[in-house]
C-alpha cells in the first residue's frame, strides 16, 4: 500500500467526507483526491479544492516575518512593545519582556485559546490585541511551551505597524506572491469563486456540516489561509532547502510534546525523523504540512472532517515511514494521584482511573471555538488511556485515538499542569 491508498482507506474507515493529498519526492509531485466537498452540497475533491489549512497558516506568519527581520526592519530578541506601542498583557513582566522569538515558538506564557471576532474591518488585530490585557498570565515567558494562538495575532499585529500595511497584504507581498501561490489567501470571499470544501464534525448519523465556515480575520495571522495542496507543495520547496533567512526557523527554540519533540520559530522538528511539519485544526477541517529535507520529502495533506481527519493523517505517516511505534503501557503507576478534572477556558478533562494501570478520559469542549461566544460543538465519546511512562498517557483506540497528556510537576514534586493537545490544563 502507498500513501494514495493509506489515504484513502482510512478516510472511508473514518467517515471522512473529502481529503487531498500531495507529495513531493526526488523532485516530482503527485496529488490525489477523495470524496466530496460537502454533504450538503456534495462535489467531488479535485487537487485544486481549497482547503482551510488552520496553523500551517502560523508557518507563512513565521516566514513573512523572518524575510522582515532580514531586512532590518523586525529583531526577534527586541521587545514586542517596540513594535506595537500601547501594548498590555495582564502581567507586567511578560508586557516588557515579551519577543517576537518567544511569540514565534508559543512561549509567551499566556493563555493562548482566546478567539473574539472583532469583525472584518481593518482593525480587527488592533482591536483583538488591546483585548489580550484580559488573558491570564499561566507561566513566565519563556518558561514552557504552551500553543497559543493569541501570540500570533500580536506578531501579526507588530507586522502591521511595522510595514503600514494589512497583515494579508504584507504576507502576500513577502510570500505568496513570490512564490506564485495563486490559489492561496485568506479572504472567504476569493475562496468562494472557486471549488473549496466545508468542515465537518460528528459521527455516523449525527455526521453535519460544521458552521460557521470562516476564520475570524483576528485569527489571521494565526489560522486564516485556504489553500491547495499543489500551492503547499511549492511552499514547501522553498522550506526544504531555504535562504539564510529563513533557515533560523529550522533551529529549536523549546522543548515540546516528547523527547526529540521541539519548536523551532513557527516549525516543529522530530529528530527521530528529521521532520520539520505543522498541523492545522479550523471547525471542522484537519490538515497537516510535513516536510523531509534531507530526502526532498514533502507531504500536503487537507481533510474536511474532525476528529476524522486525524486518523487519516496518521494512517499517512505511517504509510510514509514517518509515524513512531505506538508506545506500551507500563504499570504500577500512581493513577489515584492523576484522577481529577483539569480545565482550560475552553476545554475540559477528566481523568478517572480504571483498572490495570489505565485510566477513563472525557474530553469536553466549553465553547469559545471558532468564536468566544460560540457554544459547545459536539461531544465526543470517552476513552481510555493507558501510561507509557509514569507521567504520559496514550489512547489507543475510538475517536480520541493518539491522543497524548502529560503531567508536569514543580520541582518540589507538587503536580502542576496537565499538557494535552499542546495545551496547559490546570486541576480544579
Known amino acids: 500500500m502507498d500513501v494514495f491508498e493509506a489515504v484513502e482507506a482510512a478516510r472511508e474507515q473514518h467517515g471522512v467526507p473529502g ?5 513531493l519526492e526526488e523532485g516530482e509531485e503527485q496529488h490525489q483526491s477523495y470524496g466530496v466537498t460537502s454533504i450538503e452540497n456534495p462535489l467531488e ?28 526592519d523586525l529583531d526577534l530578541d527586541r521587545p514586542v512593545r517596540e513594535y506595537v ?57 519563556g518558561e514552557l511551551w504552551a500553543y497559543n494562538n493569541a501570540g500570533f495575532a500580536l506578531a501579526g499585529r507588530a507586522v502591521e505597524l511595522v510595514t503600514g500595511k494589512r497583515f494579508e497584504d504584507a504576507v502576500q507581498e513577502l510570500v505568496l506572491d513570490p ?25 455516523g448519523e449525527e455526521l453535519q456540516v460544521a458552521r460557521p465556515w470562516p476564520v475570524g480575520r483576528s485569527a489571521h495571522a494565526a489560522g486564516g489561509i485556504a489553500s491547495t495542496t499543489p500551492d503547499l507543495l511549492r511552499y514547501a520547496r522553498l522550506h526544504l532547502d531555504p535562504p539564510p533567512a529563513l533557515a533560523r526557523m529550522q533551529i529549536p527554540q523549546a522543548p515540546t510534546a516528547e523527547e526529540g519533540e521541539w519548536v523551532g520559530l513557527t516549525w516543529y522538528g522530530q529528530d527521530r525523523f528529521g521532520t520539520l511539519l505543522h498541523g492545522g485544526g479550523t471547525n471542522g477541517q484537519i490538515s497537516l504540512l510535513v516536510l523531509v529535507p534531507a530526502r526532498s520529502f ?50 475540559r478533562i477528566t481523568l478517572s482511573p480504571l483498572d490495570n494501570a489505565r485510566m477513563r478520559v472525557e474530553s469536553e469542549s466549553l465553547g469559545g471555538f471558532p468564536t468566544k461566544d460560540s457554544p459547545p460543538g459536539p461531544q465526543l465519546p470517552p476513552a481510555e488511556a493507558f501510561f507509557y511512562t509514569p507521567e504520559r498517557w496514550y489512547v489507543e483506540a475510538g475517536p480520541l485515538k493518539g491522543m497524548r497528556g502529560h503531567f508536569i510537576h514543580d520541582d518540589d514534586g507538587a503536580l502542576r499542569w496537565l499538557r494535552a493537545g499542546g495545551r496547559l490544563f490546570r486541576r480544579v
Not at 298 to 309: F, I, K, W
Open 19 to 23: 481529503v487531498a493529498v500531495g507529495v
Open 45 to 72: 475533491v479535485t487537487p485544486d479544492t481549497r482547503f482551510q489549512v488552520g496553523s500551517i497558516t502560523k508557518t507563512f506568519t513565521g516566514t513573512a516575518i523572518c524575510e522582515l527581520v532580514a531586512r532590518g
Open 298 to 347: 514533502a507531504m500536503a495533506l487537507l481533510t474536511n472532517h474532525s476528529p476524522g481527519g486525524l486518523q487519516v493523517i496518521e494512517a499517512a505517516l505511517r504509510e510514509a515511514g514517518l509515524a513512531a511505534d505506538e508506545p506500551q503501557p507500563i504499570e504500577d503507576v500512581p493513577i489515584e494521584g492523576y484522577a481529577g478534572v483539569f480545565e482550560t477556558t475552553v476545554d
Open 85 to 141: 506601542p500601547g501594548l498590555v498583557l495582564a502581567d507586567t513582566d511578560a508586557t516588557e519582556r515579551v519577543t517576537l522569538r518567544h511569540l514565534l515558538s508559543h512561549t509567551g506564557g499566556w493563555f493562548g485559546d482566546y478567539f473574539d471576532d472583532t469583525g472584518w474591518g481593518d482593525d480587527a488585530a488592533a482591536v483583538y490585541v488591546e483585548r489580550m490585557r484580559e488573558l491570564p498570565q499561566q507561566t513566565p515567558v
Open 179 to 203: 512564490l506564485d501561490l495563486s490559489s492561496t489567501t485568506f479572504w472567504p470571499w476569493e475562496v468562494m469563486t472557486e471549488r473549496f470544501a466545508v468542515g465537518h464534525v460528528g459521527e
